[in-house]
């Protein structure tokens, strides 16, 4: 069984969780195990990003970049690469964001993170609270990642 993480920061509405939630149950829905992990309410144990088979990243728009708990992550997954980089890279993943109607946030996700592996799809957006296109596009874009992660 494909095991996925989804690493996302959601504080303000709700709005990223909702997101993150969709694509963990379209995830499990194809037969990954899932959990989730929301960088507001800590900081993320390297060694399970480690663990796992494939992640999804999700962050609202922060003035046009990600939030701080996002870059934490990315922060601490680069010093940890450079000491023992098995289980590092070359994962599966995919993305989705928030924002409050710029969006902009788009252009430095997709560069920060292809250190990461290969991209599942295209990054999901939504401006605000997720309506049901962006949710079923999240559900989608999740059993995508498990398919990819199972290979
Ligand atoms: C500190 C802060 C900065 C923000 N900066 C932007 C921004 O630059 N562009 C934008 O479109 N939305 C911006 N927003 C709006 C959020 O991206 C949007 O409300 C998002 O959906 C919140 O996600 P959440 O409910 O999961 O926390 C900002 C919100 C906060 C709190």
Redesign the pocket.
């Known amino acids: 069984m494909a095991s996925i993480l989804v690493l996302?920061?959601?504080?303000?509405?709700?709005?990223?969780?909702?997101?993150a939630e969709a694509l963990a149950s379209g995830a499990k829905m194809a037969g990954a195990a899932v959990s989730m992990f929301n960088t507001?309410e800590g900081r993320l144990d390297i060694e399970r990003f480690r663990a796992v088979d494939a992640v999804a990243f999700?962050?609202?728009?922060?003035?046009?970049?990600l939030?701080g708990g996002l870059k934490v992550f990315l922060d601490d997954w680069h010093i940890a690469k450079q000491a023992n980089a098995d289980g590092l890279a070359g994962k599966p993943y995919c993305l989705f964001?928030?924002?409050?109607?710029?969006?902009?946030?788009r252009v430095p996700l997709l560069k920060l993170f292809q250190g990461i592996g290969t991209m599942v799809g295209e990054p999901v957006e939504?401006?605000?609270?997720p309506d049901q296109a962006v949710l079923d596009a999240c559900r989608d874009l999740g059993r995508d990642l498990a398919k990819a992660a199972t290979k």
């Open positions: 996302y920061h959601s504080q303000e509405h709700g709005n990223t969780r909702a997101m507001n999700g962050t609202p728009d922060y003035y046009s970049y939030a964001y928030s924002h409050g109607g710029g969006g902009a946030v939504s401006k605000s609270m």
